[in-house]
């Protein structure tokens, strides 16, 4: 044959194979469908007689219908019973009318027990599911029971008796679909038996009376196992429903009391978990312990590096404290940079000192970025239930506390409220209430401290600064009643007010003395309060050059753009504006770039061991130098000792400030100060750098 064994000879066969193939397939096909439709078809039926134990709530959910339901139709069962053995007492055996009546009473009677239980003592999901299954199994044996015991007196009685005992049936019929509405299984097998027993029986009478009654008790079953199945269908999807919400709703909950960049709890789970502590106490006097944990130098970080980074030194400061806290302290983000601490547990001050101590550990190692390495710090406050306080307000106000006079005494340590703290609070108090009732213009005063400029051994300024002298408090420290002024918008008056007197009494010096005035944080972070310090100084008539405005770090920090936008119209009118205090903040140097400085004055906290302390000198060292570079003037603070100034004066200082000079004077004494100071002997001291520093 032509083409035979070459590969176009294949085609045909491999055509005819692939179309057997095909009816091979269409008929499995077929079968398949059609055995798949029984199959399903049979797997859903056996699902209608199966208990649902997939889910745990609609178990609990049908064992809380089942304990009001069964124990009633119990009951109902045993009456029937009852009932049906008293009209046939006599004439039946006393085995059944007697007897099974007695049996029933106490299955029944345990059933019901069993059941009734379950709403005193709740069962976990495998006890609920076993006893849902024994009640699947149990009701169409006790059905059938019933039936039989049913069938038997039937024989007995007369045409009464016969209508009691099928009454009675139907009775319980009813009642068992009804009863056992929630538990399908048991329901439909129930049902089912009664239906082929009864229509068997009647059938098999060939009564027609009989007849008619099986067909409309037939009737009325299939009506009562639709509406069954319809019932159990919405009966699941509500548990469903409701599980779904509750799941959604715990979520949100879930949600609503968590810090979403963090993943710590959040202030509102913070100060619930505290007043459930509280509500605890009433019944256990047990001491716990709240704290309120603040970085300190983190608004710079958002400021230099942006709210990104902010957010990674913020989530890797969380993961730190969560690392050192144990299974009895917990962490919440109370907001911004702060965060809560609350320890359950019965901690003596030492140990919740040391609990502290590793939190302020862990934050003070740098935190790496991808633009930097950054270093922030952390103070801790704490207040220990009962001792200080028995409210929640009054104990995180007393951790508050702490932490403020952490921040301001011990920065990055941990300070438990005390005693002592409570008299410092009714001091802070007592000081801010006769503050407000000064009378400020009278009670207030400037007192002006010289600034040396050891190079050419002349006073070239003097810083102003405030004193008060209650008549009630005797004086008080300027930085304390600052502090309190700052508090509210008093602190801008004060300004104003001290602004003008200062800058009239520097009218009044030699035009080549300069007036060094303090700003506070406030003054800076209002638009309105720089115009009024503008329009002062405008109004007073001195040469604007002849004015330095005295700014700190922790000002400028407040609101970085507000303080920026403050400097420069103050700038723009030439004045000079100098960094007070530098060395106590976070100096970066890339921060004293960004706001328009003259000068920094290296705070007196350095001079204090400049003496004795290399380290010391070698950081002052390279301050010098480094505003030197940047050509920025420089001031040292402190200078209480000849050999202070002639350490600083070697290390390349040229301006100084401090008791050895001159201390505060009043106003009145500030010419004869001029006229008598004499400083040659600084000019002989040679200076280390021999390169003369930026004038002041
Ligand atoms: P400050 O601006 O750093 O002022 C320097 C403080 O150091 C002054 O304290 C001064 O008396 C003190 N001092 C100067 N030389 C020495 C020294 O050699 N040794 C020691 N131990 N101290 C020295 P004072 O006058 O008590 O002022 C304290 C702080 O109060 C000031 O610190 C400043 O922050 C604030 N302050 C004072 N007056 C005003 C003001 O008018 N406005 C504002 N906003 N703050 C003011
Ligand atoms: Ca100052
Ligand atoms: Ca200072």
Known sequence: MPGRGKPTAALPEVRHVSRRQKISHGVARV????????????????????????????????????????????????????????????????????????????VYSVLGWTWVKTRYWPLNHADACRLLKAATLQAPVSTAASLAVAVVLFQ?????????????????????????????????????????????????????????IALSMLLVLAAMVYILLVFWRDFASMIDFQKELGATQLE???????????????????????????????????????????????????DLYGHTAGDRVLVEAARRMRDVCHDKVSLSRLGGDEFGVIVDDDLDDAEIHALGVRI?????????????????????????????????????????????????????????????????IRKFAKLERCLRHAEIESEISLHFQPIVDVQRGATVAFEALARWDSPELGRVAPDVFIRIAERSDLINRLTRMLLRRALAEAKTWPDDIRVSFNLSMRDLGSREAILNIIAIIEASGIATNRIDLEVTETALIQDFDQANASLQSLKALGVGISLDDFGTGYSSLSYVRRFPIDKIKIDRSFVREVETDESCRAIVKSVIYMSQTLKLG????????????????RLGCTTMQGYHFGKPMPATEVLA?????????????????????RAV
């Open 31 to 106: 079968t398949t469908t059609k055995g798949r439709r029984i199959s399903t078809s049979i797997a859903g039926l056996c699902a209608l007689f199966r208990v649902r134990t997939d889910n745990p709530e609609l178990v609990q959910a049908q064992i809380k219908a089942l304990s009001r339901q069964l124990p009633l139709l119990f009951f109902i069962g045993f009456v029937n019973t009852l009932a049906v053995a008293w009209t046939h007492y006599g004439v039946a055996p006393d085995l059944i009318t007697i007897g099974f009546p007695v049996v029933t009473a106490i």
């Open 156 to 212: 007995y009685g007369d045409a009464y008796a016969q209508g009691h005992v099928v009454f009675t049936v139907g009775v319980a019929m009813i009642s068992c679909i009804f009863c056992q509405m929630h538990l399908r299984p048991a329901a439909l097998s129930a049902t089912g038996v009664t239906a082929i027993a009864f229509a068997a029986f009647f059938l098999s009478t060939g009564r027609p009376v009989f007849l008619a």
């Open 252 to 302: 949100n909950l879930r949600l609503a009391n968590l810090d979403s960049l963090t993943e710590l709890p959040n202030r509102r789970q913070y100060f619930s978990k505290l007043h459930e502590l509280l509500r605890r106490t009433a019944t256990d006097k047990r001491r716990f312990v709240v704290g309120v944990v603040d970085l300190d130098g983190f608004k710079s970080v958002n």
């Open 360 to 424: 302020c550990d862990v934050l003070q190692a740098p935190f790496v970025l991808p633009d930097g390495v950054v270093e922030v710090s952390g103070s801790v406050g704490f207040a220990a239930f009962p001792e200080a306080g028995s409210t929640s307000e009054l104990l995180y106000e007393r951790a508050d506390y702490s932490l403020y006079y952490a921040k301001h005494h011990h920065r990055g340590r941990p300070v438990i409220f005390s005693i002592e703290h409570e008299t410092e």
């Open 634 to 649: 420089c001031i040292v603070e402190g200078m209480e000792t000849r050999d202070q100034v002639r350490v600083l004066r």
């Open 673 to 693: 100060f001029l006229e008598t100071a004499d400083w040659s002997w600084c000019v002989e001291t040679p200076s280390f750098h021999g390169a003369p520093l």
